[in-house]
């Protein structure tokens, strides 16, 4: 009788682990200016090819069972084995650093951070089979984090070289992360306070749509390091032209042309967000609230942003992110941010330095859309009562 496979998504990410065997577990170097080499698993932890296999093999078995439980143990396997690989690595760090050098820098391996990515989208996997409702999904989802978490601020990854490059430079990260979070907010406000009134007025005047829209299409088309450059000598001018702006912190290089691009760019998604959020509203529900005596302004708090806000939101959600991946460039003008760290470590060198500005940010960008996914999770759960 034939063996039938009811998740091939896994079986696949299985296929890919034992593939991921033959790549580095771990990069090691005996101090900050060497080139490190790559280091097999086995090398490192002789026991652990006969563990993986076990443990491969348990999950592959999980593949060819059909039901909930199959689909519960494979969320546990794999969310275990997403933080024994990542304690494995600080321990490594540390067996390697006491065994060879204090000097040692230890990095997690192209092999270690296949396997855990491929943990990752076996959890996503499952979960989207168990649920399919958006909050406990989400709620899924965050936990597979409590342990990793919990790993790095209980300090058993301070040995690997990223947490190394993090104690030398900490005050440096601090304000890097700062400036971040001032060029996140800093565009988010005034993208809303400009985005969202055009798109009111696109929608209430359709026969405007055509022309705005293509003005917005052309900015979004210029690349961003263009726009950041085409906004220096205008600001210097007008810098030069009225002193006072210079006391006000405007400049023609650093935060204020990066906001300005910034903001530019945020306009297209939320104005487009706005049509297309208050045109799923219904003329018969309009006809409605008009039957009802409702002003102009009563109709659009109670009926059209309520029925709006889900679209909206999912246009604030990818302006968000867009913004925080942006920002990185922008230290190209002296914006700082984490892209100071990045540009920093190209120009050195430092392999290190530049993770420690690239997986911030990615980390702020998964942050922000998760707690976009809560919201809209919350709000579709209220909608739903």
């Keep these: 009788m034939p063996i039938k496979c ?11 682990a034992l593939a991921a065997c033959a790549l580095p577990y771990v990069n090691f170097a005996p101090n900050r200016l060497m080139s490190g080499e790559g280091r097999a698993v086995w090398q490192v932890w002789p026991f652990t090819p006969l563990l993986l296999a076990l443990v491969i093999c348990f999950v592959a078995t999980l593949a060819l069972r059909q039901g909930r439980l199959p689909l519960i143990l494979t969320l ?20 390697l650093a006491n065994t060879e050098s204090p000097l040692a820098r230890t990095s997690i391996g192209s092999g270690l951070w296949l396997w855990m990515a491929l943990c990752l989208l076996a959890c996503s996997d499952v979960i989207r089979r168990l649920s399919d409702q958006p909050f406990w999904r989400w709620l899924l989802h965050a936990q597979i984090w409590v342990l990793p978490l919990g790993l790095l601020f209980s300090g058993e990854l301070n040995s690997l070289s990223l947490l190394k490059e993090y104690a030398n430079r900490q ?18 406000l005034p ?42 000598a205008p600001l210097a001018g007008l810098v030069k032209t009225f ?31 706005v049509v297309a959020g208050l045109s799923q509203v219904s003329p018969d529900v309009l006809e409605s609230a ?68 690239v997986i911030p940010t990615i980390a702020l960008a998964v942050v922000i859309d998760a707690l976009f996914a809560l919201w809209l999770a919350l709000l579709k759960g209220r909608n739903n009562d």
Excluded at 85 to 92: I, K, P
Excluded at 178 to 186: A, E, S
């Design 6 to 16: 009811h998740n091939r998504v896994l079986l696949l990410l299985v296929f890919f």
């Design 290 to 357: 008009n039957a009802m005596g409702m002003s102009q302004s009563q109709r659009f708090w109670k009926i059209q942003l309520p029925i709006a806000l889900p679209v909206l939101l999912r246009s604030l959600r990818v302006v968000a992110v867009q913004t925080v991946g942006m920002a990185v460039i922008a230290a190209l003008i002296g914006a700082g941010g984490f892209g100071a760290l990045v540009f920093q470590g190209l120009l050195s060198s430092a392999l290190d330095l530049v993770l420690l500005g």
């Design 76 to 95: 546990i396997a794999c969310e275990l084995l997403f933080g024994v690989l990542t304690w494995s690595a600080g321990e490594a760090a540390t067996h």
């Design 243 to 273: 002193p006072l702006l210079s006391s006000l912190g405007i400049a023609g290089t650093g935060m204020t042309p990066a906001l300005i691009a910034l903001v530019l760019y945020a306009l297209l998604p939320l104005a487009r967000g």
């Design 191 to 232: 993208s809303l306070l400009i985005g969202v009134p055009i798109g009111l007025w696109c929608y209430r005047h359709p026969a405007r749509q055509g022309p705005v829209f293509t003005v917005l299409n052309i900015i979004q088309t210029i690349p961003s390091v263009a726009l950041f450059g085409l906004l220096i």
């Design 171 to 188: 005050d440096v990260f601090d304000d890097a992360f700062l400036q971040h979070l001032t060029i996140l907010f800093g565009t988010l």
